[in-house]
């Protein structure tokens, strides 16, 4: 079973940075693109970024981009955000997503992890 646990949330100040990991169990985790997710306090969830499965691309949603850095090493089973210049606007729960290896299947979501960004 495939199971995704994040870690590294916190509270911080504007300005400051923050570097969150999700740790991947029950498949072999470089055969799949990962992504982050954000769920903003009364909003839905929102794509924040995705790394295909050796790490050769990456994207980013528009709110993120030139301040938040995807990667992964596949050795530990790892992916991580590396977030700077945090935003009050970034304040959310922070999610790690996997795809279902069945055709249909819902993707995997780990716990989530809250970010809070301070004024």
């Known amino acids: 079973q495939v199971q995704l646990v994040e870690s590294g949330g916190g509270l911080v100040q504007a300005g400051g940075s923050l570097r969150l990991s999700c740790a991947a169990s029950?498949?072999?985790?470089?055969?799949?693109?990962m992504s982050w997710f954000r769920q903003l306090p009364g909003k839905e969830r929102e794509f924040v970024a995705t790394?295909?499965?050796?790490?050769?691309?990456?994207d980013y949603a528009d709110s993120v981009k030139g301040r938040f850095t995807i990667s992964r090493d596949n050795a530990k089973n790892t992916m991580y955000l590396q977030m700077n210049s945090l935003k009050p606007e970034d304040t959310a729960v922070y999610y790690c997503n996997a795809p279902n290896s069945k055709i249909g299947g819902e993707p995997y979501w780990g716990q989530g992890t809250q970010v809070t960004v301070s004024s």
């Open positions: 029950g498949r072999t985790f470089s055969r799949y693109a």
């Open positions: 790394i295909s499965p050796y790490g050769s691309s990456t």
